[in-house]
């Protein structure tokens, strides 16, 4: 392509539209596609504005662990209103095509939600942790202000690798070619449409995934070594199982979640990438937040508790005022 031309799409990024492929099959498969995402997507958000309205009502909830709950659930809402709308789209007018501002701001919002899920379930896991291994020290360490401060500081931290990331790409050359097979605008698809040199952007995706996933999933496979030693060494078989209890959910999440990222970025080649990394890519995107509230809320008898509760009194008003 002549440099002419670059200098003009580099100069009007404004006018410069991403064409994204969605996924390719007939009109009933896309048709079938888009009820099966949408009931996801309304399933997704009654879930997580449920948790998130049962532990700010009930005042049984109001604990360090369900407040973190409660951010999972913020986050998750964050990342399936990114991609899930724009997949939906996608599949009723496919393809479609997508500003370069509009496809940079996704990116941007998918980076901080992925990151923030990433510090949470880290802090989650110290909050277990301090539960099991330091439970007398537990109400000391774990107070209010302190998770507050946790989680800010974690938008903080996401904030600023997640801009520079986006930055570093918004300022690269594009090519005339602007298609992506795929349904959202994620880095590496959108990498290949440009005719810089990416060497930099991989730096600082190599640089920060040190500080952003393996540092804190390094650490969350800490916690639950010295977590499964101390339940191991209780005595009691009841207490054991009620300790082991209040991690599962978490351990679940943090598997799947970590297990996904693992093998969708890092085991998956280029040729991959586009067959069953676009699947993968559907999982933890899509999948991964419905998955969180109903793996916390199946197998958490508070939760159950919260819900038959405010259910029953929902039903008592209703009956007061017919």
Request: glycine share 2%; proline share 3%.
């Amino acid at each position: 392509m002549n440099t002419p031309l670059l200098f003009s799409i580099r100069q009007n990024l404004t006018s410069f539209n991403v064409t994204l492929l969605g996924f390719q099959g007939s009109h009933l498969f896309q048709m079938f596609c888009f009820t099966f995402f949408l009931l996801i997507y309304c399933a997704t958000m009654c879930g997580n504005l449920l948790i998130i309205l049962l532990v700010s009502s009930n005042k049984n909830l109001h604990t360090p662990m369900y407040f973190f709950l409660t951010q999972l659930s913020i986050s998750d809402i964050l990342l399936s209103s990114d991609i899930v709308p724009n997949l939906l789209h996608v599949l009723l007018h496919s393809p479609i095509a997508m500003s370069f501002s509009s496809c940079i701001t996704q990116l941007f919002f998918f980076i901080m939600a992925e990151g923030f899920e990433c510090f949470l379930l880290t802090i989650m896991s110290y909050d277990r942790y301090i539960a099991i291994c330091n439970p007398l020290q537990y109400n000391t360490i774990m107070k209010h202000e302190t998770c507050i401060k946790l989680v800010l500081l974690s938008w903080s931290l996401i904030f600023l690798p997640s801009l520079v990331e986006v930055l570093t790409v918004y300022n690269l050359w594009f090519c005339e070619q602007n298609i992506i097979d795929h349904f959202f605008c994620d880095m590496e698809p959108l990498l290949d449409l440009s005719c810089s040199d990416t060497s930099i952007v991989h730096i600082e995706m190599f640089v920060a995934c040190f500080p952003l996933a393996i540092f804190p999933f390094s650490f969350i496979i800490a916690s639950y070594i010295c977590i499964i030693y101390n339940i191991l060494i209780i005595q009691s078989t009841t207490s054991r199982q009620k300790a082991f209890s209040t991690c599962i959910s978490h351990l679940t999440v943090v598997s799947i979640f970590f297990g996904t990222l693992f093998f969708t970025y890092i085991v998956l080649t280029k040729v991959q990438l586009f067959t069953l990394g676009k699947i993968l890519s559907v999982f933890y995107t899509v999948v991964i937040p419905l998955l969180n509230p109903v793996i916390y809320s199946l197998r958490n008898k508070d939760i159950k508790t919260a819900l038959n509760k405010s259910a029953h009194n929902v039903l008592l008003s209703f009956l007061h005022f017919r």
